[in-house]
């Protein structure tokens, strides 16, 4: 069955860089995007961007000059990393599976920006 | 960037009681998503292509709309729809959520 889990730290400290890795399982990164969504806490969604089946990327430009997105098909992963993290940064980071809906979602990773 | 507006921000439901929640976006989209997210897990894909229920999702769920008004209603509110939900649109980047309606029981 479709499966996407995040990993990654706990805490990260103020101005370091962010490392989240999304281990996909059921499908194929060549034949499905997979988003990247974050939460803050008690907040809405919000997109960041995307990695593309043919291997092309996508970003929100409000993270554009921080954020990459990379993967690696023989793993089965995709990965997030985002630099320069302030408390704002504060979230619960998803990865989502993407054909016409985003239709499979991760459980998410917390992630606390620590100063 | 579309913008989603959704309204009501929270409201609260009797059992039984009828509920229609709403999304507005500043531009025209071809569709629109909804998620059920509630406390503590992930979002749920609910509503897909403006008014098909996703997998599992009870009929007492219902999406309609287009251009720039969407809509979701529940005809029966039941104790188990308690959750947040969004509205997402997927028809020009970035992709953009609205800002959820908190949907509780009475």
């Known amino acids: 069955q479709v499966q996407l889990k995040e990993t990654g730290p706990d805490l990260v400290q103020l101005t370091q860089t962010l490392s989240i890795t999304c281990t996909v399982s059921?499908?194929?990164?060549?034949?499905?995007?997979v988003h990247w969504v974050r939460q803050p806490p008690g907040k809405g969604l919000e997109w960041m961007g995307a990695m593309w089946n043919g291997g092309g990327t996508d970003y929100n430009s409000a993270f554009k000059s921080r954020l990459s997105i990379s993967r690696d098909t023989s793993k089965s992963q995709v990965f997030l990393k985002m630099n320069s993290l302030q408390t704002d940064d504060t979230a619960k980071y998803f990865c989502?599976?993407?054909?016409?809906?985003?239709?499979?979602w991760g459980q998410g990773v917390m992630v606390t920006v620590s100063s | 960037e579309i913008v989603l507006t959704q309204s009501p921000t929270t409201m609260a439901a009797s059992p039984g009681e009828k509920v229609t929640l709403n999304c507005l976006a500043s531009s025209s989209v071809s569709y629109m998503n909804w998620y059920q997210q509630k406390s503590g897990a992930s979002p749920k894909l609910w509503i897909y292509g403006t008014s098909n229920l996703a997998s599992g999702v009870p009929n007492r769920f219902s999406g309609s709309g287009s251009g720039t008004s969407y809509s979701l209603t529940i005809s029966s509110m039941e104790a188990e729809d308690v959750a947040t939900y969004y509205c997402?649109?997927?028809?020009?980047?970035?992709?953009?959520f609205g800002s959820g309606t908190k949907l509780e029981i009475k």
């Open positions: 997402l649109q997927l028809s020009s980047y970035p992709l953009t």
């Open positions: 059921g499908f194929s990164l060549t034949t499905y995007n």
């Open positions: 989502a599976r993407h054909d016409w809906e985003l239709d499979y």
